[in-house]
């Protein structure tokens, strides 16, 4: 059975950091591209970051390019996502996915591409 599970989320300042994590079980981790997602209150899921299943590539939604950070440990099975300059348009939920289904690089900005989701974790920046 696959498991995602994010951790580090919290309360921060406009301005601050957080790091998340996400282990992953149940699966090959290094055959699997990793993605971060979020989704704010009356919004779509949005793209965050992407990384290819040995990390030779990333990708970032437009709204967190250098600011955020993603990178993972195919040793640990675990994906993390550092978030810096943080915004209060950052607060949101924010959920690993995988998936180990042929892609193109277009197709990892889009949900329907990935196979399975952790229950997510909640990020809140204020002002």
């Known amino acids: 059975q696959v498991q995602l599970v994010e951790s580090g989320g919290g309360l921060v300042q406009a301005g601050g950091s957080l790091r998340l994590s996400c282990a992953a079980s149940?699966?090959?981790?290094?055959?699997?591209?990793m993605g971060w997602f979020r989704q704010a209150p009356g919004k779509e899921r949005e793209f965050v970051a992407a990384?290819?299943?040995?990390?030779?590539?990333?990708y970032y939604g437009d709204s967190v390019k250098g600011r955020f950070a993603i990178s993972r440990d195919n040793v640990r099975s675990t994906v993390s996502l550092r978030m810096n300059s943080l915004k209060p348009e950052d607060t949101a939920v924010y959920y690993c996915?995988?998936?180990?289904?042929?892609?193109?690089?277009?197709?990892?900005?889009?949900?329907?591409?990935?196979?399975?989701w952790g229950q997510g974790t909640q990020v809140t920046v204020s002002s």
């Open positions: 149940g699966l090959t981790f290094s055959r699997y591209a």
């Open positions: 996915a995988a998936t180990g289904r042929p892609y193109l690089v277009a197709d990892l900005s889009t949900s329907l591409q990935y196979d399975y």
């Open positions: 990384i290819r299943e040995f990390g030779s590539s990333t």
